[in-house]
């Protein structure tokens, strides 16, 4: 069951001017850096507010390590912009195979490994009424030392 926004993914050029952005308009710090080969992205967790399930909501800015990752060819043909959403679930694998059974696809076989020791699977955007939707299960997770 889906039971959270987990997190909203943020496409942009330059990371550290997009954290410093939302750092000196908003007061938003960040929680956790990141890189995902596997993704291609080199990324920022904002947190926004813990859930009622014990979970938490971020901003995931997202900077691409290559330009033919997605976010790199994302960024190339819109711009700077929401990338995806993505949902917080105990139980991505099940949740997952529930959406598969109802005709949308899911990217992948197997869920990946997503920031901070999570476990990610995405929707593909044009079954979504245009919205590349994330599924995560999180990891119980502290927050970077600075
Ligand atoms: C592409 N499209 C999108 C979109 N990306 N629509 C809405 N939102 C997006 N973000 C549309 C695009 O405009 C095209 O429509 C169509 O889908 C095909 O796009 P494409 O440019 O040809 O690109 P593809 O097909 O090579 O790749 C699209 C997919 C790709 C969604 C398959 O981006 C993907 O695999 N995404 C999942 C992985 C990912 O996004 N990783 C980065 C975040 P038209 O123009 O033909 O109508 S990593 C992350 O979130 C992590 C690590 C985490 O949270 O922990
Ligand atoms: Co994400």
């Known amino acids: 069951m889906l039971t959270r926004i987990d997190h909203i993914g943020i496409a942009c050029h330059d990371l550290d001017a997009t954290v410093e952005f939302y750092r000196t308009t908003y007061g938003f710090e960040v929680f956790h850096t ?39 060819t994302w960024l190339a043909k819109h711009g700077e912009g929401v990338h995806h959403i993505a949902f917080g679930t105990p139980d991505v694998d099940g949740d997952a195979a529930e959406i598969r059974d109802k005709g949308v696809r899911v990217l992948y076989d197997e869920p990946r490994r997503g920031t901070m020791g999570s476990r990610i699977t995405f929707l593909h955007p044009k079954d979504c009424h245009g919205v590349l939707t994330e599924l995560v299960t999180s990891a119980r997770v502290e927050p970077d030392e600075h």
Do not use: F, H
């Open 34 to 72: 990141e890189v995902n080969e596997e993704q291609g992205v080199r990324e920022a967790m904002l947190k926004i507010n813990d859930t009622s399930d014990g979970g938490s909501s971020y901003l995931q800015l997202l900077e691409p390590t290559r330009e033919d990752s997605a976010v790199g």
